[in-house]
């Protein structure tokens, strides 16, 4: 996990998609990838696995196909 490869007093960023219904990806047929995270799960699995001070905000939103698909950024640090 990134934790381990973490020194102490190090953060962890993700960003990306808010969870969604699947229409980001819509033109292409084949994506075999995600439709985004639900952040109150990421949250919890980043603090599973030890990270401390975990939050997240949305810090933009993408426009695509007429329909605003959120973009979030969560942080935790190792301790």
Same mark, same amino acid.
Do not use: W
């Given at each position: 996990?990134?934790? =381990?490869?973490? =020194? %102490?007093? *190090?953060? /962890? /960023? +993700?960003?990306?998609?808010? #969870?969604?219904? *699947? &229409?980001? @990806?819509?033109?292409? %047929?084949?994506?075999?990838? @995600?439709?985004?995270?639900? #952040? =109150?799960?990421? !949250?919890?699995? $980043?603090? !599973? ?5 975990? @939050? &997240? @905000?949305?810090?933009? &939103? +993408? $426009?695509?196909? *007429?329909? %605003?698909? %959120?973009?979030?950024? $969560?942080? *935790? =640090? !190792?301790?």
């Amino acid at each position: 996990t990134f934790y =381990r490869h973490l =020194r %102490p007093g *190090g953060y /962890c /960023c +993700i960003a990306d998609l808010d #969870q969604e219904d *699947g &229409s980001f @990806h819509a033109e292409f %047929p084949d994506f075999d990838g @995600h439709n985004g995270f639900d #952040q =109150r799960e990421l !949250k919890v699995l $980043m603090e !599973k696995v030890g990270f401390t001070a975990v @939050h &997240s @905000h949305l810090f933009y &939103s +993408i $426009m695509h196909e *007429g329909r %605003p698909y %959120p973009l979030f950024l $969560m942080v *935790g =640090r !190792k301790e």
